[in-house]
């Protein structure tokens, strides 16, 4: 669906949307602060790996905080959402009550609303766009706590809107791994008509969503409830099944695949090739949450193993980091830290988890680098040794550059550490198809607006493109490459 100017002013202007505008005057409106999630208090939550941490707002608060969006004439928040939703639409259907509405909106162009409303930087993206930041400089209206409400609200009512999807046209086609962007990818083609089948190389499908976030930010059962919801308009999934492996490209072309979406991540860990790093105890953040997230290694009913530590420290200051450093706390750790050479004003992560860390007893070692680790008589990391950093001119990244204080350097024990400096693309994919143009970075190269490899029909979009993204940017991938791919396999089936 395209949220065309004249479109969303159709809308706009329906009868019970103008009825809701002058419900409520404007400065009222103004006059309301916006809602604060309720939250498990500190010292429960770290007590817990499967119990979440925001607990939801309650429908009253939902609709006051509703209350607060203008509906305006130009809604600046869609213009921040890469997935495009009708923003102003499903907040306006929350104020007026109709929940269930609310959530068959969000599903117009978002094929996994329960999740993002969880994981989504909302305050980069569609509420940095808000009204009231642009023009009133207040805190914008919670689109991201909003779209979660309405989004569990159907699932606990037990009624499942399934979107429309067109008449089946025949055409077959394959989506490689089962992350955010793949799924965002197959939900808008099964929309178009197409027979869509998702290969995932793991047991379980959702990719970053079961093994990279810990379920005390996203539950499983939330992402099974959103893939239900993709099995019932018609998406297939097959698990274990690896593209490249189990099956070449040219081996599901003969099973009649004409399209191809590679959206198969970067899992492949990143470490800083320093002394020591290969000690026992120094590990991978995706080695360390995919054992816990998706193998369950936090539980005593699990034979995968995990390591544990009492003093634990995490290299790295985005996400991955936050989510790595708060599971040590929740395997027993006695001190937690974060090591990051930047300050904290720099640190990719949320705000909000970087609050929840530190609520939980996470320690903050700000501009310091590691340098070198060392093991004791059994080869188990024992202690590292770092320098203070300080902070010169910008880097690429716009970020100031961090440089090495001379006499700085000091040591630290520590008896596991965790790796979360960021991850590369796999590479299977791109070593088994010759003529698909990739980056010095092992990323595949696509027209931008296109998604489209080098092959033709070969789309991808996700980490395996960019390197390291959000889940909300590797969906709008997916919803890009599947209106393209729709465009292209029309054009060649014509031909």
Not at 31 to 53: C, F, G, W
Not at 216 to 226: G, H, Q
Not at 246 to 252: K, N, Q, R, V
Request: glycine share 8%; proline share 5%; hydrophobic share 35%.
């Amino acid at each position: 669906m395209s949220l065309t100017p004249e479109y969303l002013k159709e809308e706009r202007n329906q009868e019970w949307r103008a009825e809701l505008r002058s419900k409520t005057k404007n400065k009222d409106r103004m006059l309301i602060s916006r809602v604060k999630m309720p939250e498990l208090a500190p010292e429960i939550r770290v007590r817990y790996q499967d119990r979440e941490v925001n607990m939801g707002l309650e429908p009253e608060q939902a609709q006051k905080e509703a209350t607060r969006c203008m509906d305006c004439a130009n809604p600046t928040c869609i213009e921040g959402c890469p997935v495009n939703i009708n923003i102003p639409k499903f907040i306006k259907y929350i104020e007026k009550g109709e929940i269930l509405n609310a959530a068959a909106t969000l599903k117009e162009t978002n094929a996994l609303p329960a999740v993002c409303g969880r994981v989504c930087p909302q305050e980069k993206q569609c509420e940095s766009r808000c009204f009231y930041v642009d023009k009133l400089d207040k805190q914008a209206v919670a689109i991201g706590h909003l779209e979660r409400f309405a989004a569990d609200f159907e699932r606990n009512s037990g009624v499942s809107n399934v979107p429309e999807t067109a008449k089946p046209n025949g055409i077959k086609v394959a989506t490689v791994g089962s992350g955010p962007a793949s799924l965002s990818f197959a939900g808008d083609m099964v929309k178009y008509g197409y027979d869509v089948t998702v290969f995932e190389a793991l047991h379980e499908i959702g990719g970053v969503l079961k093994y990279g976030i810990p379920e005390f930010r996203l539950p499983n059962s939330v992402v099974d409830f959103e893939l239900e919801n993709l099995r019932k308009m018609g998406v297939k999934f097959e698990t274990n099944y690896i593209v490249g492996r189990t099956s070449s490209f040219d081996d599901l072309k003969e099973e009649g695949y004409k399209g191809f979406f590679v959206a198969s991540g970067a899992g492949l860990p990143r470490f800083m090739e320093i002394p020591g790093e290969n000690y026992n105890g120094i590990l991978s953040s995706n080695e360390y949450l995919t054992r816990v997230n998706l193998m369950g290694a936090s539980t005593s009913n699990t034979d995968t193993p995990v390591l544990r530590g009492k003093n634990v420290a995490v290299i790295g200051g985005g996400n991955t980091a936050m989510d790595s450093v708060r599971t040590a706390l929740r395997l027993g750790a006695e001190r937690a830290i974060i090591i990051y050479r930047r300050s904290e004003a720099e640190m990719p992560a949320r705000i909000e988890e970087v609050h929840h860390a530190k609520e939980e007893g996470v320690e903050f070692m700000t501009l310091c680098n590691p340098l070198e680790y060392f093991a004791n008589e059994k080869g188990r990391v024992k202690g590292m040794r770092l320098n203070r950093m300080g902070l010169g001119e910008p880097d690429a990244s716009g970020r100031r550059r961090p440089m090495p204080i001379d006499g700085s350097e000091f040591e630290l024990d520590v008896d596991l550490v965790v790796v979360a400096v960021g991850v590369s693309p796999n590479p299977l994919v791109p070593s088994c198809l010759p003529d698909l143009k990739v980056t010095k970075w092992g990323t595949i190269v696509v027209d931008e607006e296109k998604m489209q490899s080098s092959i033709p029909d070969l789309f991808a979009g996700g980490d395996i493109v960019r390197g390291g993204a959000t889940v909300i940017l590797a969906m709008g991938d997916g919803r890009r490459a599947a209106e393209n791919m729709h465009q292209f396999l029309q054009k060649t089936s014509i031909n």
